[in-house]
């Protein structure tokens, strides 16, 4: 009975560790900050950053196919498809690393029309987290609404 409960705890322990973990020592990387301008004409709208790469890697650089990596979106910021759609849960996605090591997502960060001619500054993060280790993202979009409007025709 107790060989057949330690055969139990040990194979409950062995496929609770699955291939979708990050090793230890486990790193990812991302892109860098972004900054986005636009003019005061613009209409309110929606900055979409496609396809950003976070690259999984172990201790010696290689590449790691295939581990669970998590995305968090923050401040004004939200998770994406390709084309701006909010995802069902724009806030959090877990993902797997392709056969590269890289997991791929897309933020959406909105920024309002001009009001006034105050500029309109809307930041965003996102950040990437495998194991133990983050890559944090931030995006700041500004409409530079203290520009004098054109003139009327």
């Known amino acids: 009975m107790r060989k057949a409960f330690i055969f139990i705890s040990l194979l409950t322990f062995i496929s609770g560790c699955g291939s979708d973990l990050a090793p230890n020592g486990a790193t990812v990387t991302g892109p860098q900050a972004s900054t986005t301008t636009l003019t005061r004409e613009a209409p309110e709208q929606i900055v979409v950053y496609r396809a950003m790469d976070f690259v999984v890697t172990n201790g010696n650089g290689d590449l790691i196919p295939k581990v669970e990596i998590e995305f968090f979106a923050g401040g004004s910021a939200y998770l994406s498809d390709f084309n701006g ?23 959406t960060i909105p920024i309002p029309a001009c009001t006034n001619e105050t500029d309109v500054v809307t930041t965003g993060s996102l950040v990437g987290s495998v194991g133990v280790s983050d890559h944090l993202w931030t995006g700041t979009v500004t409409r530079t609404c203290a520009t004098t409007a054109p003139a009327a025709p």
Not at 91 to 97: P, V
């Open 85 to 107: 759609n909010a995802l069902s849960t724009p806030e959090a996605l877990k993902d797997e690393t392709d056969d590269r090591g890289i997991g791929r997502v897309s933020v």
